[in-house]
């Protein structure tokens, strides 16, 4: 049971604790009154989280007019951005498990009565939203919102933060110049903020507004526009509303508020990475992983609606917010939403969608009706084979129509950094499956993006004649024919550890199939001479993370 202690620092018994909170300049007043944590997990190394200071200043002044008293507290956050591409790209997703550990321990150790979870990025999001799950504390999610729109490249009618990768893989070619690639670093992000597409970064943010953790529109104002901080005000005044009428986290990530969020990530084309954050909430909340595996697999009927960076090449997430954001798409689904679960806004859904109005004029079709859709394919899958007894998970809205059904032949790399090797020495042809393995949550460790690869791949102009597999994971800006999270991993003894170089693999987005065409007889003498020697070089959390993850069908979660 969640404890209750509402302005408990005034009890006598709590006098010692009373005393330590005066030496940091509080009063008798400022502890009579409910008790906000601020998560904020500010930095001066990811753009996404840059402007989360001046944010955690507009939540202070919101809590203080509500007649609260806001503790600030650090967390950390990581950039996928800045750490892949080298050693440090193993850090990513274990960190999500440190985040969710650390807001744990500074609410209950310092007897919060709400907490105000200030993130924007991939592993973030849903580490905060893991913690609020454990702590069932009244808890509101504040993203600090995507860059602007950066200018066209080449073809590109905008770039965004990838396009470097696209654009290594021209020069890699010598279709590019190195000054092109650093004058395009220049101009590919002008602004501090999530990455512009709906990467893993986005997609969560507006997850969170989804299952109802962030006030209604929040989930995608960018960074840089003013109603940003309103949103932030706004959050701190509700947080303490929020205590005040005892609604706690549980009370709104129900499972009907999952399906919710999962519908949504159908209709925007969300990044494949939401599957394993999903699951790892759930695990959080008491759901299995296979219940919410079984609905990624039940609502991929929802059809993709909502078109955006990469499934377009026009529009990013500063447009789908202009044209109604998150609660724009869920009108459109109405029809199959849960309109009756609560929301931070401390209100059902269908009260926050009757009541919210869109800023901006919408001329745009950028978000169609049901009827009308970009694809009646969801924009995730949940894929299943020989190649993946477990599951894996492809991302249809990335993939042009023409390879969501693709058979090609196996070139196999034990790591992304030979396969990257081979891309730059011109070694994978139109025809090749490249499978990258041994990137999954113990054997990477950590499960690192194979987001590069794919963007040389790209930029190589390879990305409609050749397909990628991994028991990694991809970017949310990932484009091509792809399939990540394949489970078991190599590691464990997967199908994917037994596949040879010039095997035949069909992947088949439409019917959510995933093959490896090897007879069982066969497959069954290569697992006789199959071994594994787990990494001996690892230390430190690294080590502890790889002896505890599960697999990526659970969620990657600590065990």
């Known amino acids: 049971m969640r404890e209750q202690h509402v302005g408990s620092f005034n009890d006598l018994e709590f006098i010692s604790n009373k005393t330590c909170y005066k030496a940091n300049g509080y009063t008798d007043d400022d502890l009579s009154r409910p008790i906000i944590g601020i998560a904020c997990s500010f930095n001066e190394s990811v753009p996404g989280h840059n402007n989360l200071r001046m944010l955690a200043e507009q939540v202070k002044f919101g809590i203080y007019r509500a007649g609260g008293t806001p503790v600030e507290f650090g967390v950390i956050a990581?950039?996928?951005?800045v750490s892949d591409n080298h050693y440090g790209s193993h850090y990513c997703l274990p960190s999500r498990d440190v985040i969710a550990d650390s807001i744990e321990v500074q609410c209950r150790a310092h007897r919060f009565d709400g907490v105000i979870l200030l993130g924007s990025c991939d592993k973030i999001v849903p580490g905060m939203l893991m913690a609020a799950a454990r702590l069932d504390l009244p808890a509101i999610l504040v993203p600090g919102g995507a860059m602007l729109s950066s200018p066209?490249?080449?073809e590109k009618a905008r770039s965004n933060t990838t396009t470097i990768s696209e654009?290594?893989?021209?020069?890699?070619q010598g279709r590019a110049t190195e000054a092109e690639l650093q004058q395009l670093t220049n101009t590919c992000s002008l602004t501090c903020g999530s990455c512009q597409f709906m990467g893993t970064a986005n997609t969560m943010c507006s997850f969170s507004e989804a299952i109802g953790m962030t006030l209604s529109g929040g989930g995608l104002i960018p960074a840089v526009y003013h109603e940003r901080k309103r949103s932030a005000f706004r959050s701190g005044e509700q947080i303490v509303a929020l205590v005040r009428a005892g609604i706690s986290a549980r009370q709104i990530m129900s499972w009907e508020a999952i399906e919710n969020a999962i519908?949504?990530?159908?209709?925007?084309?969300?990044?494949?990475?939401?599957?394993?954050?999903?699951?790892?909430?759930?695990?959080?909340?008491?759901?299995?992983?296979?219940?919410?595996?079984?609905?990624?697999?039940?609502l991929s009927a929802i059809p993709h609606i909502a078109k955006v960076s990469p499934a377009s090449t026009t529009q990013d997430c500063e447009d789908l917010y202009k044209a109604g954001g998150i609660p724009a798409v869920m009108r459109a689904l109405r029809e199959h939403i849960h309109t009756n679960v609560m929301t931070v806004d401390g209100c059902t859904l269908g009260e926050t969608l009757d009541r919210f109005s869109n800023p901006f004029p919408d001329t745009s079709d950028l978000i169609r009706p049901l009827?009308?859709?970009?694809?009646?394919?969801g924009g995730l899958v949940i894929m299943r084979g020989n190649l993946a007894p477990d599951t894996g998970v492809a991302k249809p809205a990335a993939i042009a129509e023409e390879v969501r059904q693709f058979t090609g032949t196996a070139i196999c790399f034990d790591g992304e950094h030979a396969c990257i090797e081979a891309i730059k020495a011109g070694k994978i042809k139109p025809g090749h499956v490249v499978v990258v393995r041994y990137e999954g949550p113990k054997g990477g460790p950590g499960m690192r993006e194979m987001y590069l690869t794919l963007k040389m791949l790209n930029g190589q102009g390879l990305a409609k004649s050749t397909a990628l597999i991994t028991d990694g994971r991809f970017s949310g800006t990932n484009n091509g024919c792809f399939v990540g999270h394949i489970s078991p991993e190599a590691a464990e003894g997967g199908p994917i550890a037994l596949v040879r170089d010039g095997d035949s693999i069909t992947i088949d987005v439409i019917h959510k199939r995933l093959e490896l065409h090897v007879s069982e007889e066969e497959l069954s003498q290569r697992r006789r001479e199959w071994s594994y020697t787990p990494p001996q070089d690892l230390t430190g959390y690294l080590a502890r993370y790889a002896r505890l993850v599960s697999s990526a069908n659970k969620g990657a979660v600590l065990d």
């Open 371 to 377: 009827d009308n859709p970009y694809s009646t394919l």
């Open 152 to 154: 066209p490249f080449r």
């Open 78 to 81: 990581c950039c996928d951005g």
């Open 167 to 172: 654009a290594f893989g021209l020069y890699t």
């Open 263 to 298: 519908m949504l990530l159908m209709a925007v084309g969300g990044s494949t990475n939401a599957v394993i954050h999903t699951c790892a909430l759930a695990h959080e909340l008491g759901f299995s992983s296979d219940r919410v595996l079984d609905a990624f697999d039940r």
